[in-house]
């Protein structure tokens, strides 16, 4: 218990089970609905995998402004490679590209000394313009034979009456919790965060740890542009904008300290679901889909106040 | 002739256009603790940071063990034996006291061939370490070191650093922050230490304290290095002299 309260992601529990019972309350009927819950629980999943890959590079004090559209280019590559390369090798030559930004990014803002904000803003109209350009902003689809292959129902298939992609996340999460708390590298994500200069002291590579981070926070955005689009495998040039904003707050509302050092990847999980638990009781009560965005924002900002206020407590110095 | 273990040369450093060391030469041997000491400002920390890998030096070489060094980083340095106690930096305040010990060599156990953290053995020496400099029982080995007091935290470093030591240690005011009692117990481990073989190097303010402990004083003023003299030679009057007069140079070092 003691554990759980000083941990990052205590926020975002208090968060969800807040949530929960509020939309039983307000609308009990379009809420715990089968279709409303399958749609949160898919698309938490997709945005939890977003959110967990921002939420490490936000331990290490930068930030990724370019996931949304990397999960957009890694989706579309996948399609759009998939008669060249098969599926299997359409998802690893996307998986591929996707780390090489990363690597691309993080090596600009370690040997470059820039602000990460700056470049992978810069990452993010780049990436954006080379889907635009590829697809000569036509949609894309699929043949039923690809549709219907192994490889693409594995990620984008059911699974005992779930979606895969909600047992990929939780794969991927139990794996990034390993890594992050209990490895030398986890170890060193960490000390980054804290003070780099402390860990550069200490023989840390500190410029290394960033553009591993960088790069496994593209990798997962492509990751989970690749199981979206295997369960729709039709491509659209705006697939995953403004995604980069709703996985950072997700990270952020999960707890995760833009002053770096601290965080939590389940957190991270629960901030997306919080975040899409919104998007689908709106539509649930039939509001105009665009006060989402308003929403998220209330909902990030609240949030903010309220971790700053229980990392206070816990006795955080932020 | 046997060479010096760690040997400067016309070292000259600048922090943009700012000069912060200029022109220093001085010899460390093995088995010697060095005292370092000078105003303010004079350029001590960033000496050592050159020779602990942090800085790399705008011009002039730095040899270790007979070996130019071409590469400055602080993993290299620890990798030559050099372990730092650092004046500002070394800890990470949202890490526990456990993973800050061994930040950046953590042992690990492996589970199914994967490395995982060895955490029982990072908190018992930790934790063995922690109370032999010291630490009170309301201190466990899992706190962050956020929460610690300035002694607290020095007494981490200090720790870890002669939990570590190997051929040099390098002690940027170690008695910062600590008790009269702590105090003591540290000039005591800088002395075992060079009596181990290790070299020492010992920054501080308090001239009348190394010069009782060291073998030789290197005074530093303004980026240059003033006097390098045998505490066998120069008093701690003499030397305290040539600090509050801010270096006319003097030459000491008897043997060639
Ligand atoms: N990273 C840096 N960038 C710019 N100037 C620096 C930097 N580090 C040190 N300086 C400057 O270099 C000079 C020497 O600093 P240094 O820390 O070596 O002094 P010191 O002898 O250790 O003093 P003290 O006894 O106060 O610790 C100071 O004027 C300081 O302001
Ligand atoms: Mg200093």
Known sequence: MKHLVKGQGFGAVIGVVLMLAVFSLIDASGWWTAQTMSNVIHYTAILGILAMGQALVIMTKEIDLSVGSVYGLAGIAFIMLQPALGVAGAILAALMIAAAIGVLQGYAVVRGGLPSMIVTLGGLFTVRGIIYVWTGGSVKAFPEEARNAFVTRLFGGEILGLEAAVFWMLAVAAMLNLVLWATRFGNHVLATGGSAESADSRGVLTGRVKIVTFMLCSVLAGFAGILTLADQPQTHVTIGDLMELEAISAAVIGGCLLSGGRGSLTGAVLGAFIITSFRYELIALGAPSSWFITFVGVVLIVAVIFNQKLARMAGHSV | ?256
């Not at chain 2, 000259?12 to 010899?27: I, Q, R």
């Not at chain 2, 000078?38 to 920390?45: C, E, F, Q, R």
């Not at chain 2, 702590?182 to 001239?207: F, M």
């Open chain 2, 1 to 256: 002739m046997a060479h010096p273990l760690i040997s400067v040369k016309n070292l000259d450093l600048y922090f943009g256009a700012f000069h912060a060391l200029k022109d220093v030469s001085v010899d460390f041997d093995a088995g010697e603790l060095v005292g370092l000491v000078g105003d303010n400002g004079a350029g001590k920390t960033t000496l050592i940071r050159v020779l602990c890998g942090i800085h790399k030096p705008t011009k002039g070489e730095v040899w270790f063990d007979g070996a130019r060094v071409k590469e400055f980083h602080p993993k290299l340095a620890i990798d030559n034996g050099i372990e730092t106690i650092q004046q500002s930096v070394g800890l990470c305040d949202n890490l526990s006291i456990a993973r800050n010990f061994y930040l950046g060599r953590e042992p690990v156990k492996k589970i199914l061939g994967i490395p995982f953290l060895d955490f029982a053995k990072m908190r018992g020496e930790s934790r063995k370490v922690i109370r032999e400099f010291g630490l009170r029982d309301n201190v466990s080995a899992d706190d962050e070191v956020e929460r610690l007091s300035g002694g607290e935290r020095q007494s981490v470093k200090i720790g870890r650093a002669v939990e570590f030591m190997n051929r040099v240690v390098i002690m940027d005011e170690p008695t910062n922050h600590l008790s009269v009692r702590e105090r003591e117990h540290v000039n005591e481990l800088a002395v075992q230490l060079k009596e181990q073989g290790l070299l020492v190097i010992y920054i501080t303010h308090d001239i009348f304290q190394v010069h009782k402990l060291a073998d030789r004083i290197v005074i530093m003023e303004n980026g240059e290095k003033v006097a390098d003299a045998k505490t066998t030679d120069m008093t701690a009057e003499e030397l305290e002299e040539v600090i509050r007069q801010g270096g006319r140079k003097v030459e000491k070092r008897g043997a060639a």
